[in-house]
């Protein structure tokens, strides 16, 4: 099949360039890239307007619950509502029940993916046996199996002997290590970031310094034994130098975030509301703007949807006892584009972070506008308004913060090896 997406605004984040052209398609792969005119207007032509084109978002760190609690979320959901946000590549976690950590259960969830989702699917594999951080899993098998990365995801694994030897051995085999920077003592049980807010609510907090402390021993790690690390999520200031240290020490070290924190601040918990209880918990508007300016600069450089899904049983509790996490598949596009509209990140930057990073970091071809890469493509108008509504949602799980906030940008179409998936 051929395709050609003509009169686009393309968006390339690997030269990070905005330009009008126009994308030829041939099977699963982009073909021709043209600026300022048609290339070969043959086959199928799709004129998109004026509309803007960019390499579809490849999201590092989306929770699917199968096994387990597929009443949450399954791989047909996910990938439906994935390609409703513009997201063509999935690369799902491993804290499911029971855990993914042993080639069976990956064997699993791969051909479930493979049978049920529209959008790529890559699996990553637990580091230790059940993420109890104990015994660390048989990395080898699982990456033979198909694990893209090796991580205990919010689970942080105290025992440093422990973790050093599985960085070592990762490191050996070149596997990827996802980790999450908190001082496990410190936050355990803690709901928001200390301040006045949460003093006046009542509510446990902890001090952003947990995740400087976490972040801090795991560089000490990271240069001890030489292995390839990313920080899952970076959400507070005092963190940045610590990662802007390692990378300058020429340490294999990446960082992301997920875009509640990218958007959202503490003061959005108002009254108690749960659907805005995330891990790690909501920091401060000063923080956020230090996250901000980190993407935009490059130092952080994955933003992720974080996508959590939890049912209303675990969400309509007290806040302390509610379940942590929100979806955000569907959102993740439209909140991105907020700091684009408020002049921010520039949109190629932005997608660089969405998109050619994180492909970039797992060592995918994908996340590129350029001949030869996987014509996983995204069509969108980023002007396009419209209020939330979490009852429109594809997933099972409707735990958005975003619900009835008015937002800009709407999905078009989404395209996964030259195939459409998705159209408004």
Same mark, same amino acid.
């Given at each position: ?173 070149? &596997? /990827? ?70 990378? &300058? ?28 209880? /995330? ?70 930057? /932005? ?74």
């Amino acid at each position: 099949m051929t395709l050609h997406f003509i009169n686009a605004t393309l968006i390339d984040p690997e030269t990070q360039t905005e330009s009008t052209g126009s994308v030829s398609v041939e099977g699963n792969r982009i073909t021709a890239v043209t600026i300022g005119g048609i290339a070969n207007p043959k086959g199928q032509v799709v004129d998109c307007g004026g509309k803007y084109l960019a390499p579809g978002i490849v999201d590092l760190g989306v929770k699917v619950c199968e096994p387990g609690e597929r009443h949450k979320e399954s791989y047909r959901s996910a990938g439906l509502a994935a390609a409703k946000g513009g997201v063509t590549t999935m690369i799902t976690r491993p804290d499911t029940n029971p855990a993914i950590d042993s080639p069976e259960t990956l064997e699993f969830v791969t051909r479930r993916a493979n049978e049920a989702s529209p959008v790529n699917v890559l699996p990553m594999a637990a580091l230790t046996k059940e993420r109890a951080g104990r015994e660390m899993t048989e990395i080898g098998f699982l990456m033979d199996a198909g694990a893209v990365a090796f991580t205990d995801c919010d689970h942080v694994i105290s025992d440093t002997r422990v973790f050093s030897r599985a960085l070592t051995y990762a490191r050996s085999l070149g &596997a /990827l290590v996802i980790a999450h920077c908190q001082e496990p003592v410190l936050s355990r049980g803690a709901v928001a970031t200390s301040g006045k807010f949460a003093s006046l609510r009542g509510l446990p907090a902890v001090s952003p310094m947990a995740e400087r402390m976490g972040l801090d021993r795991d560089m000490a790690l990271v240069e001890m034994t030489g292995a390839r690390y990313h920080a899952d999520q970076i959400t507070t200031a005092r963190a940045l130098p610590a990662l802007e240290r390692a990378k &300058a020490n020429g340490l294999d070290v990446t960082a992301g975030i997920g875009i509640h924190h990218l958007t959202l601040n503490a003061l959005d918990v108002a009254d108690y509301r749960t659907f805005f209880k /995330l891990k790690p918990p909501l920091r401060d508007e000063d923080d956020r703007l230090a996250m901000v300016d980190a993407v935009a600069s490059g130092l952080i450089d994955i933003v992720c949807s974080m996508h959590t899904p939890q049912d209303e049983e675990s969400k309509r509790l007290p806040f302390e006892e509610a379940a942590s996490g929100a979806v955000g598949l569907e959102t993740l596009l439209p909140a991105a584009l907020r700091l684009w509209h408020s002049d921010m990140i520039p949109l190629p930057q /932005l997608w660089r972070a969405l998109s050619y990073n994180p492909a970039q970091r797992l060592g995918l071809p994908s996340g590129r506008l350029t001949e030869g890469a996987p014509a996983d493509l995204v069509l969108f108008d980023p002007h396009a308004p419209f209020v939330m509504d979490r009852a429109t949602l594809r997933s099972k799980s409707r735990n958005t913060p975003f619900d009835g906030v008015r937002m800009q940008g709407k999905v078009l179409a989404t395209y996964v090896a030259g195939s459409c998936v998705f159209e408004r």
